[in-house]
Nanobody, 127 residues
C-alpha cells in the first residue's frame, strides 16, 4: 500500500512559478513510476508528466513540455513538479500517482497504469 500526499499548490499570476511536492509512504518508492495528472472543472483528468523509478527517464504532455519539470528524490520518497511560465489554462487540481514497475526505466502516461493516487492540490493561475 502506498499513500501519497501532495502539497505546494496555490494562487499565482500568469508567468509565475510553483513547485508541487508529493510525499509517498512505504519503503519501495523507487519501484514505482510516478506521474502527475490534472483535472480542470468540467474536464477529464489529463496526464501532465511522468518519471521512471530511476529518475532518469521522464515524459511530458505537449501542453507543458518546456515549462514543467518532473523530478524525484528516492531517498526522501518524494516526487516534484516544477511549474514555470504558468498560464491560466494550467488552472486545475493536480494529482500525483504511483504505478508499480519491474523495470527501473518504465514510466506510464495513462491513468489505468497507476495504482495509487493522492487527494490533489489546487493550482490557480490568474490572468
Amino acid at each position: 500500500q502506498v499513500q501519497l500526499v501532495e502539497s505546494g499548490g496555490g494562487l499565482v499570476q500568469a508567468g509565475g512559478s510553483l513547485r508541487l511536492s508529493c510525499a509517498a509512504s512505504g519503503r519501495t518508492f523507487s519501484s514505482y513510476a510516478m506521474g502527475w495528472f490534472r483535472q480542470a472543472p468540467g474536464k477529464e483528468r489529463e496526464f501532465v508528466a511522468a518519471i521512471a523509478g530511476s529518475g532518469r527517464t521522464t515524459y511530458y504532455a505537449d501542453s507543458v513540455k518546456g515549462r514543467f519539470t518532473i523530478s524525484r528524490d528516492n531517498a526522501k520518497n518524494t516526487v516534484y513538479l516544477q511549474m514555470n511560465s504558468l498560464k491560466p489554462e494550467d488552472t486545475a487540481v493536480y494529482y500525483c500517482a504511483a504505478g508499480r514497475t519491474y523495470y527501473s526505466e518504465t514510466y506510464y502516461a495513462t491513468r489505468r497504469e497507476y495504482n495509487y493516487w493522492g487527494q490533489g492540490t489546487q493550482v490557480t493561475v490568474s490572468s
